[in-house]
């Protein structure tokens, strides 16, 4: 498998230098299976929620 398509764990230095955004959750609802003991919304790496290409990551061309 290519190193691009393995996703490194949350929190982890390798994951942090692709651009990991996680928090490690504590209390806080579970929001993702693959990765339960951690807060992925958002983070461009683990976050499992569908978004359009380019929409989120560009304000650019978010709606005002």
Known sequence: MSDKLQ???PGTD??????CTCDYRD????????WPDWITT???????TPQRPGV???PALRRR
């Open 7 to 9: 996703i490194p764990a």
């Open 14 to 19: 390798e994951a942090v230098a692709r651009g």
């Open 27 to 34: 209390g806080e609802p579970e929001d993702n299976d693959r």
């Open 42 to 48: 958002g983070c461009p790496l683990h976050d499992s």
């Open 56 to 58: 989120a990551k560009c």
